[in-house]
C-alpha cells in the first residue's frame, strides 16, 4: 500500500473526527448548533462577515480566509485536500467530435480522455455511459472498440445511433451495472472508464475489480450519497479499521456534503435556490409557531420552476401537505423577513461547514484508492480539469503491475 495515500487517509480521518461539531449537523435543520456555543468567537466574527465576503467564502470555500485559522485547522485543511492536475497536456481534439454534446459535457470529456492511456490490448469499457459520449471519444482517439454499459434503453439506442452517424466502433449495451449479469463484459484485460459514475454505481465497480475481471480502471466518482446504505460503510479495510477506531460514522445526508456546490449552476438557477430555500425556512418557522414545534420539519423538494409565484400560496400548498391549517390574518410578510434572517444565519454555519466538504471528498476518494490498492492495484490520483467545468473533477487511475 503506498504510504503516501495511507499516510494522508490518516490525517483526513482525524481531522474529520476532530471537526465532525462542524461539518456532520446540517445547519438549514438546526437553528443552534453546538459549536455556535463552544466557539462564541468564531460565531461572533462570522456575523461581521459582508455580503460580498459571503460570497466569496462560498465561490470558493478552500481558500478560506486566514482569520478563520484563529479557530479551525485551516492550513491542514487546505495541504490534505490539495490533489495535482493531471500532468498531461490536453489533446486537441477536432470540434466536430463535440458535436450532439452539451458544450460543457464535451470539455469534460476533452479534459478527461488526456489523462487516459490505453495499453495494447485491452478491452475497453465505459460504465454507465449515458449517450456514451466518452466512450465515441476514447474509441476515435485511441482507434479501439468500446463497449459502453447503460441501463436506459434510449439512451443506449441515442448512444448507437451516435456511434454509427459517427462511424465510431462502440457498441452501446443496455445493462444494469448492479446485476450479477454484468460479469459477463469484464475480463482480466479490461480498462473500465467511468465519468461521473455516482455513489452505489462506482462501488459496484471497485467490487467487481478482481484480477478475472479488471486489469485498469480510470474512474472519476460522484454523488456519494446516492446509495443504500444508511451509514456510510467504507470500501478499503483501512477505512473499516479506522472508521471503527475512531467512531467515525458518517450519514448518506452527511455524505451529501462532498457534492455540495453551486460553482456550475447558473445565476438564474442560484437565485432560485435562494428563493426556495429562503421560503422553506420562512414557513418552517410559520409552522413551528402554529404547531408549537421546535423541531425543522423537513418537506419534500419542490422540483426546479415549480415554486409558486408568492410567498403565500407556497405555504397554502405546504401546509396542505402537512394537513395544518394557516390563519386568515397571517402577516406572511412578516415570516418570510424570519425567513431572510434564519437564511443569513445558515449560510454563516455552512461557511464552517464547507471548509470541510473538499476534505470529505477526498477522504472518500482515498478510500476508494485503498480498496483498490488493497485489490492489487497502483494507483495514481489527480484533478483532470478545473472545479468550475466540473467540481467532481477527481480521477483515479488505477491498473495492475
Ligand atoms: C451521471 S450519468 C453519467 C453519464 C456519462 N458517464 C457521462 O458522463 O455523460 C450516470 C448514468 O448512469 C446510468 N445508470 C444509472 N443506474 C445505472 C445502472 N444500475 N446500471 C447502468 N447504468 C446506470 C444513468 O442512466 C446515467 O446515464
Same mark, same amino acid.
Given at each position: 500500500?503506498?504510504?503516501?495515500?495511507?499516510?494522508?487517509?490518516?490525517?483526513?480521518?482525524?481531522?474529520?473526527?476532530?471537526?465532525?461539531?462542524?461539518?456532520?449537523?446540517?445547519?438549514?435543520?438546526?437553528?443552534? &448548533?453546538?459549536?455556535?456555543?463552544?466557539?462564541?468567537?468564531? *460565531? #461572533? %466574527?462570522?456575523?461581521?462577515?459582508?455580503? !460580498?465576503? @459571503?460570497? +466569496?467564502?462560498?465561490?470558493?470555500?478552500?481558500?478560506?480566509?486566514?482569520?478563520?485559522?484563529?479557530?479551525?485547522?485551516?492550513?491542514?485543511?487546505?495541504?490534505?485536500?490539495?490533489?495535482?492536475?493531471?500532468?498531461?497536456?490536453?489533446?486537441?481534439?477536432?470540434?466536430?467530435?463535440?458535436?450532439?454534446?452539451?458544450?460543457?459535457?464535451?470539455?469534460?470529456?476533452?479534459?478527461?480522455?488526456?489523462?487516459?492511456?490505453?495499453?495494447?490490448?485491452?478491452?475497453?469499457?465505459?460504465?454507465?455511459?449515458?449517450?456514451?459520449?466518452?466512450?465515441?471519444?476514447?474509441?476515435? &482517439?485511441?482507434?479501439?472498440?468500446?463497449?459502453?454499459?447503460? *441501463? #436506459? %434503453?434510449?439512451?443506449?439506442?441515442?448512444? !448507437?445511433? @451516435?456511434? +454509427?452517424?459517427?462511424?465510431?466502433?462502440?457498441?452501446?449495451?443496455?445493462?444494469?451495472?448492479?446485476?450479477?449479469?454484468?460479469?459477463?463484459?469484464?475480463?482480466?484485460?479490461?480498462?473500465?472508464?467511468?465519468?461521473?459514475?455516482?455513489?452505489?454505481?462506482?462501488?459496484?465497480?471497485?467490487?467487481?475489480?478482481?484480477?478475472?475481471?479488471?486489469?485498469?480502471?480510470?474512474?472519476?466518482?460522484?454523488?456519494?450519497?446516492?446509495?443504500?446504505?444508511?451509514?456510510?460503510?467504507?470500501?478499503?479495510?483501512?477505512?473499516?479499521?479506522?472508521?471503527?477506531?475512531?467512531?467515525?460514522?458518517?450519514?448518506?445526508?452527511?455524505?451529501?456534503?462532498?457534492? #455540495?456546490?453551486?460553482?456550475?449552476?447558473?445565476?438564474?438557477?442560484?437565485?432560485?435556490?435562494?428563493?426556495?430555500?429562503?421560503?422553506?425556512?420562512?414557513?418552517?418557522?410559520?409552522?413551528?409557531?402554529?404547531?408549537?414545534?421546535?423541531?425543522?420539519?423537513?418537506?419534500?423538494?419542490?422540483?426546479?420552476?415549480?415554486?409558486?409565484?408568492?410567498?403565500?400560496?407556497?405555504?397554502?400548498?405546504?401546509?396542505?401537505?402537512?394537513?395544518?391549517?394557516?390563519?386568515?390574518?397571517?402577516?406572511?410578510?412578516?415570516?418570510?423577513?424570519?425567513?431572510?434572517?434564519?437564511?443569513?444565519?445558515?449560510?454563516?454555519?455552512?461557511?464552517?461547514?464547507?471548509?470541510?466538504?473538499?476534505?470529505?471528498?477526498?477522504?472518500?476518494?482515498?478510500?476508494?484508492?485503498?480498496?483498490?490498492?488493497?485489490?492489487?492495484?497502483?494507483?495514481?490520483?489527480?484533478?483532470?480539469?478545473?472545479?468550475?467545468?466540473?467540481?467532481?473533477?477527481?480521477?483515479?487511475?488505477?491498473?495492475?503491475?
Amino acid at each position: 500500500m503506498s504510504e503516501n495515500l495511507a499516510d494522508r487517509f490518516d490525517q483526513l480521518s482525524q481531522l474529520l473526527v476532530e471537526g465532525a461539531e462542524f461539518w456532520q449537523p446540517v445547519p438549514f435543520k438546526t437553528e443552534q &448548533l453546538a459549536w455556535q456555543k463552544n466557539y462564541r468567537p468564531l *460565531w #461572533q %466574527a462570522l456575523q461581521r462577515v459582508g455580503d !460580498e465576503q @459571503l460570497q +466569496r467564502f462560498e465561490d470558493d470555500p478552500e481558500q478560506a480566509e486566514s482569520w478563520l485559522a484563529a479557530w479551525l485547522p485551516v492550513t491542514a485543511i487546505q495541504q490534505l485536500s490539495g490533489i495535482p492536475a493531471t500532468g498531461q497536456t490536453a489533446v486537441s481534439l477536432p470540434s466536430t467530435w463535440g458535436d450532439h454534446m452539451p458544450g460543457r459535457k464535451w470539455q469534460q470529456v476533452c479534459a478527461f480522455v488526456s489523462g487516459v492511456t490505453i495499453a495494447s490490448p485491452s478491452h475497453v469499457l465505459e460504465w454507465c455511459a449515458g449517450k456514451g459520449h466518452l466512450a465515441r471519444t476514447i474509441s476515435r &482517439l485511441h482507434q479501439v472498440s468500446v463497449t459502453a454499459l447503460e *441501463w #436506459q %434503453a434510449s439512451l443506449c439506442e441515442e448512444g !448507437e445511433r @451516435l456511434s +454509427r452517424s459517427q462511424n465510431t466502433s462502440v457498441t452501446a449495451v443496455t445493462q444494469d451495472v448492479l446485476a450479477d449479469s454484468v460479469c459477463q463484459h469484464l475480463q482480466a484485460d479490461s480498462h473500465v472508464l467511468a465519468l461521473h459514475a455516482c455513489g452505489d454505481l462506482h462501488r459496484r465497480l471497485i467490487a467487481l475489480a478482481t484480477p478475472e475481471k479488471m486489469q485498469r480502471i480510470t474512474l472519476a466518482p460522484c454523488c456519494y450519497h446516492l446509495t443504500e446504505q444508511p451509514v456510510y460503510q467504507p470500501l478499503s479495510r483501512r477505512g473499516q479499521q479506522i472508521c471503527a477506531d475512531l467512531q467515525l460514522w458518517i450519514s448518506r445526508e452527511q455524505l451529501r456534503l462532498a457534492v #455540495q456546490e453551486t460553482v456550475t449552476a447558473p445565476a438564474y438557477v442560484r437565485r432560485q435556490r435562494r428563493q426556495a430555500s429562503i421560503w422553506r425556512l420562512a414557513f418552517d418557522l410559520l409552522r413551528q409557531t402554529l404547531q408549537q414545534d421546535s423541531q425543522y420539519l423537513s418537506m419534500p423538494s419542490i422540483p426546479y420552476g415549480q415554486l409558486p409565484a408568492a410567498f403565500a400560496d407556497f405555504c397554502l400548498q405546504q401546509a396542505e401537505q402537512l394537513g395544518c391549517s394557516i390563519p386568515g390574518q397571517t402577516d406572511f410578510h412578516h415570516w418570510l423577513q424570519q425567513g431572510e434572517v434564519r437564511y443569513r444565519q445558515v449560510r454563516l454555519a455552512e461557511v464552517v461547514r464547507h471548509l470541510y466538504r473538499r476534505p470529505l471528498e477526498v477522504w472518500l476518494v482515498l478510500d476508494r484508492a485503498l480498496a483498490l490498492e488493497e485489490q492489487g492495484f497502483s494507483v495514481a490520483l489527480s484533478t483532470f480539469c478545473a472545479r468550475e467545468l466540473t467540481p467532481r473533477n477527481i480521477v483515479l487511475s488505477a491498473h495492475r503491475p
